[in-house]
T-cell receptor, first 110, second 112 residues
Framework: TQLLEQSPQFLSIQEGENLTVYCNSS?????LQWYRQEPGEGPVLLVT?????EVKKLKRLTFQFGDARKDSSLHITAAQPGDTGLYLC??????????FGSGTKLNVKP | DAGVIQSPRHEVTEMGQEVTLRCKPI?????LFWYRQTMMRGLELLIY????????DSGMPEDRFSAKMPNASFSTLKIQPSEPRDSAVYFC??????????FGPGTRLTVL
């Protein structure tokens, strides 16, 4: 059983569409991170959210941390083929222990 | 900086053989993490070190797995004896003060 559940597991959309990825848990985290991983490479950190209810924007990506610090969402506006990859959320305990979600594999078709 | 360096990038071995994976963290980073990634279980934390000292090895699957960090610039993950179910991609990541983790490119291990 995963500590962090991500949904959907797979997402295939056309360029220009919007999408939302969810990361849910019954546990409270000190912070939550989102990573993107491309084939043959390690995950790369996109953002860290710390405060309940926090919203952060990174160009077309919007990240939100739930009020209770148990869940998070990632919204992509006008997706582009370059957004293709595996998106991972990671809950952080005590600022030094990381639990990763199962991942959402996104494919954006031109 | 060259980033986190892992070697080898690919390893194919036979069941029962010893496997050693190597990691060089980013210079100046004080924490190092070993992860394993599979389709079934996703990315799992195996062990992490802080200032070269193992802090939490609760993710190490069993006694066949061991990890060392003899100095700030080098760590190894050893599997002895290896089994087919150990086949996975193993990642090393380093961080300064447990903030942003920088991952290496991974070692793809296949145990036949």
């Amino acid at each position: 059983t995963q500590l962090l559940e991500q949904s959907p597991q797979f997402l295939s959309i056309q360029e220009g569409e919007n999408l939302t990825v969810y990361c849910n848990s019954s546990s409270v985290f000190s912070s939550l991170q989102w990573y993107r991983q491309e084939p043959g490479e390690g995950p790369v950190l996109l953002v860290t959210v710390v405060t309940g209810g926090e919203v952060k924007k990174l160009k077309r990506l919007t990240f939100q941390f739930g009020d209770a610090r148990k869940d998070s969402s990632l919204h992509i506006t006008a997706a582009q083929p370059g957004d293709t990859g595996l998106y991972l959320c990671a809950g952080v305990y005590n600022f030094n222990k990381f639990y990763f979600g199962s991942g959402t594999k996104l494919n954006v078709k031109p | 900086d060259a980033g986190v360096i892992q070697s080898p990038r690919h390893e194919v071995t036979e069941m029962g053989q010893e496997v050693t994976l190597r990691c060089k963290p980013i210079s100046g980073h004080n924490s190092l993490f070993w992860y394993r990634q599979t389709m079934m279980r996703g990315l799992e934390l195996l062990i992490y070190f802080n200032n070269n000292v193992p802090i939490d090895d609760s993710g190490m699957p069993e006694d066949r797995f061991s990890a060392k960090m003899p100095n700030a610039s080098f760590s190894t993950l050893k599997i002895q004896p290896s089994e087919p179910r150990d086949s996975a991609v193993y990642f090393c990541a380093s961080t300064l003060n447990a903030d942003t983790q920088y991952f290496g490119p991974g070692t793809r291990l296949t145990v036949l």
